[in-house]
């Protein structure tokens, strides 16, 4: 269908969008995000112009609010959901319900350069997308947070709080997305290590504008790759005649310095490499005794122009191929452009690596594991031609069976939950596990702050499963609600928060009795070899909640208001706020000091102790009794709260001189 037959389907154009539409096929150069760029135009137009604020840069509108809505601290905290969690008391993994932007703020203490590779899948600005973004700048921070805070009548966050839908005929369609992106990519950069990598999914809608944005953020000299992934066999059918199968994965590492690549293939079984390439460079290696043909020679040839002495000959004849005293003949000694120096050469003939063809190349045996780098492509289908989702992982070569598929992914959930089309576009688990693989870290921390129906933490506790590695994972989603017409939504699940829990709880009961299978079938066996038991990977995960700080926030009063100023500070007499519990402050000081949501906590004489004593809570009583037991326990810090201490200002004076002169710093609340 052409565009005046589209037109003629919609309502009459004003005169002044008729003419808008022409000049945009005349001169599409000159529009930006829909509207007349004046410079572009007079540029276009033949008239010599300076444009203002000339250079290279990625501009948009509301970009400076957008650093605002940015830096503006949060208030907010995370409160544990043991009801939800799966071995709570013992996991390292993190499952986190809440608004990114405002978790991203609340993990930046206690994670800051801790995260070794974030994945994320973040909307792709199709058009019909929702999803926040600060487009509300002149609202205050208390109305931002009413606003995103919208609940219904079960205290699910409401669409019309939380979203706005982008449609592509919005006058700031693009300029909407960054400012979704931009301030979660730069709190995100502030969590990655020196050595970490990210990896986020996009399409073409927006590609060439995260790209930039990426530049812009983490270096163009840091990025690594534009990887694409082709995501179906039929596609999707595009408005230009084209069919779609593919998709992106940008790659940027946090320090190209200290960036240690990516790996795309592992390779264990032996093989052998020739030592010289052939024809450039020459020099010549010396090959210590020893080094066997592998071939018996009959019918040897010899290679053009070579000359080989009668005793070389004869040997070549009539047995395997046998270098003596110490070298080569002279006419054998090899020459051309070498793999290896001379020291790795020795090394290699006194291992045995070495053998000679029989038609005198030398070449290197290799049976340790090897890998390759990634390739940029990432086929649906791998080299052994499968075409059909298999949930069973090779455990020799991880990148052996192609990348998955979006139909592997939608089978996945299907079989999991048993349900069918539970969310649109999902990614396969394979996907994830083998860019997980690519960084060949088992002990790496995985983040993913756009988890959707959870396929990073299920990759996660898969790859740990198949070779044995210890992994862990946050995710974060926020708990936007279903459609009510979805599949999913007359499942039962009210959220994609839900959905993501739910599937993670089961991947965790497959992989278990996976595990325990396998213990089961080799239990009866009787080996003459060392053998040791299949390990259970961390298969748990603890539920965290973002929602409003435990303690009394100071409001700021404008004007002379006598009343609210002496009410406040009435009402901090006990900072303690009024829905507030011992866990959940407990977990807010462990973020407020720095301190891992996986710390050990013991409760011990009244005393909430971290990690062995880096620091001590007093949240419940304090006497001197209490006093001594924190003395004799050295630790580094200790926060009380200010009212534990009411009616007793001596004790409050003595524990604060004890703590001192101990060097504990004391802090209260």
């Not at 007349?36 to 112009?49: N, R, S, V």
């Not at 669409?159 to 960054?178: C, D, I, P, T, V």
């Not at 990690?611 to 200790?638: C, F």
Request: charged share 30%; net charge negative; with cysteine.
């Amino acid at each position: 269908m052409n565009t005046i037959e589209n037109n003629e389907m919609k309502d009459s154009l004003t005169p002044q969008q008729e003419r808008l539409d022409v000049l945009k096929r005349l001169m599409p150069e000159i529009f930006d995000e829909g509207k007349i760029d004046f410079e572009k135009l007079k540029a276009t137009l033949g008239e010599y112009i300076t444009f203002s604020n000339e250079r290279y840069v990625l501009n948009w509108a509301g970009k400076s609010d957008a650093f605002r809505v940015m830096q503006c601290p949060s208030s907010a905290t995370l409160v544990p959901c043991k009801e939800e969690s799966v071995d709570f008391d013992t996991t390292q993994n993190i499952f986190i319900e809440g608004e990114n932007m405002e978790v991203l703020k609340v993990l930046q203490k206690s994670y800051f350069g801790k995260v070794k590779m974030i994945y994320i899948d973040p909307p792709y600005n199709t058009g019909n997308d929702s999803f926040i973004y600060p487009d509300k700048f002149s609202e205050t921070k208390e109305e931002y947070l009413k606003r995103v805070g919208d609940k219904d009548e079960e205290g699910y966050m409401t669409r019309e709080g939380m979203f706005r839908k982008n449609s592509k005929e919005n006058g700031q369609y693009h300029s909407n997305w960054l400012n979704m992106m931009m301030p979660r990519l730069y709190l995100a950069k502030s969590l990655l290590r020196e050595d970490g990598v990210i990896f986020i999914s996009i399409d073409d809608n927006e590609v060439h504008n995260l790209r930039l944005l990426m530049n812009e953020i983490f270096g163009e000299e840091n990025f690594v790759a534009l990887l694409v992934w082709e995501k179906k066999k039929k596609g999707s059918f595009l408005s230009n005649s084209i069919t779609n199968v593919k998709e992106y994965i940008l790659v940027y590492c946090r320090d190209i310095n200290t960036f240690e690549g990516l790996i795309g293939e592992i390779n264990s079984d032996t093989e052998t490499y020739p030592c010289v390439n052939a024809v450039n460079k020459r020099e010549i290696r010396i090959i210590p005794a020893g080094i066997e043909s592998k071939y018996k020679k009959k019918n040897f040839f010899l290679p053009k122009g070579s000359e080989i002495s009668d005793t070389t000959m004869n040997l070549i004849l009539h047995s395997d191929l046998v270098i003596t005293e110490g070298v080569l003949a002279e006419e054998l000694i090899i020459e051309g452009n070498w793999r290896y120096a001379q020291s790795a050469m020795e090394e290699y003939a006194h291992n045995g690596e070495l053998y000679i063809t029989r038609d005198l190349y030398l070449r290197r045996i290799v049976g340790d594991a090897r890998y390759k780098t990634l390739k940029d492509l990432l086929p649906r289908v791998g080299d052994d031609g499968e075409a059909q989702y298999n949930s069973n992982v090779d455990t020799n070569n991880l990148f052996a069976s192609g990348w998955g598929s979006n139909e592997d992914a939608d089978e996945e959930l299907r079989i999991l939950l048993g349900i069918q089309k539970l969310m649109d576009y999902p990614k396969p688990v394979r996907l994830i596990l083998k860019l997980l693989a690519s960084y060949r870290d088992k002990e790496a921390l995985i983040l993913d702050f756009f988890a959707g129906s959870g396929t990073t933490a299920h990759a996660v506790m898969q790859l740990n499963k198949e070779d044995g590695g210890n992994r862990k994972f946050i995710c974060v989603q926020l708990p936007e609600l279903c459609d009510p017409k979805s599949e999913a939504y007359k499942a039962g699940y009210s959220t994609i928060a839900e959905i993501s829990k739910e599937r993670i709880r089961r991947a965790s009961a497959k992989i278990r009795a996976e595990v325990e299978n396998e213990r089961a079938q080799h239990a009866g066996e009787i080996s003459f070899e060392e053998t040791t038991e299949a390990p259970m990977p961390d298969l748990g995960f603890k539920v965290f909640k973002l929602s409003e700080s435990n303690f009394k926030q100071w409001r700021e009063i404008h004007g002379s208001e006598q009343e609210q100023w002496k009410q406040q500070t009435i009402d901090f007499l006990n900072p303690v706020a009024e829905n507030a519990t011992i866990d959940n402050m407990v977990y807010e000081l462990l973020l407020k000091n720095g301190k891992s949501l996986n710390s050990a906590i013991h409760h011990i004489n009244n005393c909430y102790i971290i990690n062995d004593g880096e620091l001590i809570l007093l949240l419940e009583s304090a006497d001197q009794s209490t006093i001594d037991y924190v003395l004799s326990l050295h630790p580094e810090k200790v926060i009380a709260l200010d009212n534990l201490f009411s009616g007793n200002d001596q004790l409050k004076t003595n524990t604060a001189l004890q703590l001192r002169d101990a060097g504990i710093t004391f802090k209260t609340i």
